[in-house]
């Protein structure tokens, strides 16, 4: 009688896992061209391997789900579901009335699209303008002195920036983001009034986890880098973030039609 030992198990089951992985990359690579191009290969796996933990720790097992999940990563943050300017997704991922796994999933994709529509567009007009506005006034707006206080320009800049996106979440909850910001920035060594609004713009724009993203590894690399100043932290962070929004500008606006 033939026995498969249990080396034998794990090496079939780590080939399943391979291969679902790439299925999601796949995934991803076919709807998300613009992400995946940002990405490349090796992040794009790391940010597979990312969403199918936290999916999995949200009791969503089924491929179908978990290409649901991935999809919310790409399209609200890597860390969406904890984010404070989304307050509806943690609600909806730990709602014990809805047992089964896919009518949670269907439900909190529902509700993101209808976020979704409200604050990016139905065709992405509304972030499009964002970004070109981060690109081309950013410098401005952090260096406007005409407000009293570090949350007055803060909240000021990201109505400027993305006018649809302060209305949806409100200024009520964008008031804890950026207290939340002030802190978490700190951590890192940022405790300049640019550098603060730079973070907190970075949390509205990217997602409040985007320190953690594994979208944005070169975000990370350079806030838990202990070897730099904080003048250059804030500069390199500066820089990197244009440098993303100047690829996605340049890809999904001068060409469109090509993925």
């Not at 993101?112 to 509304?126: C, P, R, S």
């Not at 302060?166 to 300049?192: F, K, P, W």
């Given at each position: 009688m033939l026995r498969i030992r249990s080396q034998q198990i794990q090496t079939f089951e780590q080939a399943a896992i391979s291969a679902f992985e790439l299925r999601m990359v796949d995934h991803l690579r076919t709807y998300f061209p613009w992400h995946y191009r940002m990405w490349g290969p090796e992040t794009a796996r790391t940010v597979v391997r990312y969403g199918c933990q936290k999916a999995q720790s949200y009791g969503f097992m089924t491929e179908r789900d978990i290409c649901l999940y991935l999809t919310l990563i790409a399209t609200l943050g890597g860390n969406f579901d904890t984010d404070r300017q989304l307050p509806w997704a943690q609600q909806i991922l730990t709602d014990t009335s809805m047992r089964e796994p896919t009518i949670r999933i269907d439900r909190l994709t529902d509700q993101?699209?209808?976020?979704?529509?409200?604050?990016?567009?139905?065709?992405?007009?509304?972030l499009n303008r964002a970004l070109l506005r981060v690109r081309n006034e950013l410098d401005e707006l952090l260096a406007d002195t005409s407000f009293p206080d570090l949350p007055t320009h803060a909240l000021a800049m990201l109505e400027k920036i993305f006018p649809?996106?302060?209305?949806?979440?409100?200024?009520?909850?964008?008031?804890?983001?950026?207290?939340?910001?002030?802190?978490?920035?700190?951590?890192?060594?940022?405790?300049?009034?640019?550098?603060?609004?730079?973070?907190?713009?970075?949390?509205?724009?990217?997602?409040c986890g985007f320190d953690t993203d594994p979208q944005?590894?070169?975000?990370?690399?350079v806030l838990t880098d202990t070897e730099l100043a904080e003048q250059a932290k804030v500069e390199k962070l500066h820089q990197i973030a244009l440098l993303y929004v100047e690829k996605w500008v340049t890809w999904t606006i001068a060409e469109p039609d090509h993925g």
């Open positions: 993101a699209m209808q976020f979704l529509d409200q604050t990016v567009g139905k065709k992405d007009q509304y649809q996106k302060h209305r949806t979440v409100g200024e009520a909850l964008l008031r804890g983001v950026v207290t939340d910001g002030v802190q978490r920035a700190n951590t890192y060594g940022i405790t300049s009034r640019r550098g603060q609004l730079l973070f907190i713009g970075l949390m509205f724009m990217f997602g944005l590894p070169n975000l990370a690399t």
